[in-house]
């Protein structure tokens, strides 16, 4: 009942309303970044979605406009010169993430689930379709993230993305939200220049 009905309820609810109370904040950091940088404040990147379907997955702009396209930041040469000074604490406690909610409310995503793979990253896809985490809409927070984000080699992600496949209930997300806020704080498992998932 709660995989398949209370589960998408509670994500349209909870984003809905986190975009009205955020509206504002939202605004001051879209200000922030077009002030040191011209164009646009958010980028959007192809991800793997459920039955790895393509989306689109939106992002506050923490990079260069300049910045070359479609490659992760951990593959480009020196990528501190292309991190922009706001884009550094925009990272560092993932204020990035929040246009997301966007896609939780349009279902490409939900508040809790494995982390949305890049349309490239066939190595994690082929590791989550041992688990059947493929089969469940990714999430803006998930099991695998609170247990070590950058980190995490692929096949441990994998193995994390399929326990919580398993696990998922309402009890389980909200010990999943409620360990990302204290992980956010903490800056645990971020390592800055590493590709952002």
Known sequence: ??????????????????????????????????????????????????????????????????????????????????????????????????PQIINILKGDMSIVGPRPALWNQDDLIAERDKYGANDIRPGLTGWAQINGRDELAIPVKAKLDGEYVKRVSFIFDCICILRTVTSVFKHEGFIEGAEKS
Request: proline share 4%.
């Open 1 to 98: 009942m709660y995989k398949n009905f209370f589960k998408r309820f509670l994500d349209i609810f909870l984003s809905a309303l986190a975009l009205i109370v955020l509206a504002v904040p939202m605004l001051i950091v879209a200000a922030i970044i077009k002030h040191e940088d011209s164009g646009n404040v958010f980028f959007k990147q192809k991800r793997i979605g459920i039955h790895k379907k393509f989306f689109y997955i939106y992002k506050f702009r923490s990079m260069k406009s300049s910045t070359p396209h479609d490659v992760p930041t951990h593959m480009l040469e020196n990528p501190e010169r292309y991190i922009l000074k706001c884009g550094r604490w925009i990272r560092k406690y993932s204020i990035d993430e929040l």
